[in-house]
T-cell receptor
């Protein structure tokens, strides 16, 4: 069965600091990996995705993520956080055919001025 | 391009009552999903449609939840009778095709249900 673990429930950073959100997955084959962001009262917005190819993927809002097969990880990074990045971030894994998307429990990001 | 539309956005009902949520996917999207997101958790897939056929409903509590997608476009998710533990956000999502074909899933803003 596929699963996602986001070890950090809540992270606090200062504005302008760098950010890394951790994501570890379990999947029996090459996974499709996603990061979504959810602001309070809103739906999920796709930040970036990995299907194949270059293991470093760029997304919107200056985010990037790196797929590391050996570590079963897909960590999200941003070099300089803005106050507007405060939200909840979800990592998700899916697969081939009609495989469903499985989400982690999310990491809440708080940004201090 | 219009996104995934959902209504109502908010609903408060008493336990044992019924409720229905409606979803209109992005135009041309053949695959439609309903996810349940309980506070503090990630979304969980309830049901997936490909056109008007059900692909996966393994996590749908079929004794109280039902969903349909007539004509392969709009979809309705119904809960009857509702329980307290059904309080959650119900997210509708759509994609051009199945995830395995490299498609991206787009989410609506959700329908917030509180059962009292």
């Amino acid at each position: 069965a596929q699963s996602v673990t986001q070890p950090d429930i809540h992270i606090t950073v200062s504005e302008g600091a760098s950010l890394e959100l951790r994501c570890n997955y379990s999947y029996g084959a090459t996974p499709y990996l996603f990061w979504y962001v959810q602001s309070p009262g809103q739906g999920l917005q796709l930040l970036l995705k990995y299907f194949s190819g270059d293991t470093l993927v760029q997304g919107i809002k200056g985010f990037e993520a790196e797929f590391k097969r050996s570590q079963s990880s897909f960590n999200l990074r941003k070099p300089s956080v803005h106050w507007s990045d405060a939200a909840e971030y979800f990592c998700a894994v899916g697969g081939t055919s009609y495989g469903k998307l499985t989400f982690g429990q999310g990491t809440i990001l708080t940004v201090h001025p | 391009e219009a996104g995934v539309a959902q209504s109502p956005r908010y609903k408060i009902i008493e336990k044992r009552q019924s409720v229905a949520f409606w979803c209109n996917p992005i135009s041309g999207h053949a695959t439609l999903y309903w996810y349940q997101q309980i506070l503090g958790q990630g979304p969980k897939l309830l049901i997936q449609f490909q056109n008007n056929g059900v692909v996966d409903d393994s996590q749908l509590p079929k004794d109280r939840f039902s969903a349909e997608r007539l004509k392969g476009v709009d979809s309705t998710l119904k809960i009857q009778p509702a329980k307290l533990e059904d309080s959650a956000v119900y997210l509708c999502a759509s994609s051009e095709g199945p995830l395995g074909s490299g498609n991206t899933i787009y989410f609506g803003e959700g329908s917030w249900l509180t059962v009292v």
